[in-house]
């Protein structure tokens, strides 16, 4: 064991509570900002060093970090590689990955190789293979490898999965989540530095921030493409990889309609972009099964005008509660039968032990605070040496969703064969996210 403590520090220091953790972060954009913002706001956090390719948003997080009055860190700029030199040189306990999904396969296996803890933002990698390389990565170094999926942390999100715990739901049947959200604004700008949402039609080369990386990937790809929000939650509901697994999976995609529409409306018929053929259906709908019974239904909605929602609903032998209507319904217990009741107040007296705790440090975070708290877990999770919340297996068969609904559709709505990224490991796991109100 001297050997093996020898050949990896890591796994030494991992056992090992700390007190502080020097954190890098790849990625100062929009979302990284956000990060940066919620890494100041935890204990024990040293900002050691940032990287990013654009320096307009390189000095934005530069001033986040001054006017927090923190020390200036180490800055990686100047080329494509510059994380790769972050990794190397910049002595990191841990690094937060915010940037295009492409990258995020790549980088986050550069981290675990150089034994450099990863919390990844949403989307492990683009194929199947890249999902296996992340994984055999983190399953070779024993590197801690989180997946930041906010949703997972929203406070009526929480509620539920104690009601679902305490049993108040029954068996659990059926659960739907899914990323409904009118992308068009961020799809599309002017490219003007500085300004991220609408005021033109331009994406790609022309585009800036999302739109310049984001929207190629409508243009490209036809699938479930940005799963964890939706199904997120609904893992943690059901146990995925902790006594359950996803077992098959059967996309369909809508016609393609809208980011046209949305560019002709923008630009006019003339502008370059309304020629453009985006490959991703306006609605992708997504059906998995799992070993214990359930069935989960996604939803992608990003190219038409509608509110936001994640379209929440869980569902068992003892009652429903659906977010969208704010509503719930528990059998025997519920005032009227077959009547919906509103959900508040239930929420409310299952509110979750994080939330109460926590719930005002995190308040005017992002994401109405649910941010602070998934920076909080991996940061926590981390200094106490413990297991990843959501980990390895949470991250890539979540992930994964993606390039498996597109093989779906691609064949005529073929129903697939889910991999079992933990190789029967399932079956023997017990929960670990959000057992109480640590992290
Ligand atoms: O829209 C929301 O904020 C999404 N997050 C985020 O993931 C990203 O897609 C963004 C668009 O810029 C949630 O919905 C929680």
Redesign the pocket.
């Known amino acids: 064991s001297t050997a093996l403590l020898a050949a990896a520090p890591w796994i030494g220091a991992l056992g090992r509570p700390r007190e502080r953790l020097r954190v890098g972060l790849i990625g100062t954009g929009?979302?990284g900002q956000v990060l940066l913002s919620e890494l100041l706001k935890q204990d024990g956090v040293d900002i050691a060093a940032i990287c990013d390719i654009e320096r307009y948003m390189l000095d934005r997080a530069l001033a986040q970090l001054s006017t927090a009055g923190r020390r200036a860190p180490q800055v990686y700029t100047g080329s494509v590689d510059a994380w790769r030199d972050m990794l190397a040189r910049a002595r990191l306990d841990a690094v937060l990955i915010a940037t295009p999904w492409e990258l995020h396969a790549p980088q986050a296996i550069a981290a675990m190789e150089a034994k450099v803890a990863v919390g990844c933002e949403?989307v492990a990698g683009i194929t199947l293979q890249d999902h296996w390389d992340v994984l055999r990565a983190q399953q070779r170094t024993g590197t801690p490898y989180m997946l930041l999926e906010?949703?997972c942390y929203?406070r009526d999100v929480l509620a539920v999965l104690q009601m679902v715990r305490q049993g108040l739901f029954g068996e659990l049947v059926h659960v739907q989540g899914g990323?409904e959200?009118d992308?068009r604004a961020?799809k599309f700008n002017s490219g003007e530095p500085g300004k991220?949402?609408g005021g033109g039609a331009e994406f790609g080369e022309r585009g800036w921030s999302?739109a310049k990386w984001?929207t190629p990937h409508s243009v490209r790809r036809n699938g479930e493409l940005?799963p964890s929000?939706g199904i997120g939650p609904c893992a943690q509901w059901l146990d995925i990889h902790r006594g359950n697994r996803f077992t098959r999976l059967t996309s369909h995609a809508s016609q393609a309609r809208g980011l046209h529409e949305y560019v002709v409306a923008q630009g006019g018929p003339d502008h370059p972009n309304a020629a453009v053929e985006f490959a991703l259906g306006d609605v992708v709908t997504t059906q998995i099964g799992c070993e214990q019974g359930q069935t989960i239904l996604l939803t992608h909605d990003?190219s038409l005008p509608r509110p936001?929602s994640?379209g929440f609903r869980v569902q068992g032998t003892g009652g429903i509660w659906m977010d969208l209507n704010q509503s719930i319904y528990l059998e025997g217990r519920s005032p009227q039968p077959h009547q919906w009741e509103p959900a508040q107040a239930w929420l409310e007296r299952h509110d979750h032990p994080l939330w109460q705790r926590l719930g005002e440090r995190a308040a005017g975070g992002?994401?109405g605070g649910?941010d602070f708290f998934v920076v909080h877990a991996f940061v926590e999770a981390l200094k106490a040496g413990a297991p990843m919340p959501i980990d390895i297996y949470d991250a890539v068969a979540w992930s994964a969703i993606t390039p498996l609904s597109e093989a779906s559709i691609a064949d005529g709505s073929r129903t697939l064969e889910f991999p079992d990224f933990s190789e029967g490991a399932w079956r023997g796991r017990a929960p670990v996210f959000a057992l109480d109100g640590r992290y």
């Open positions: 929009m979302r949403v906010n949703v929203r990323y959200h992308l961020v991220p949402y999302e984001r940005y929000h990003t936001y994640l992002g994401h649910m």
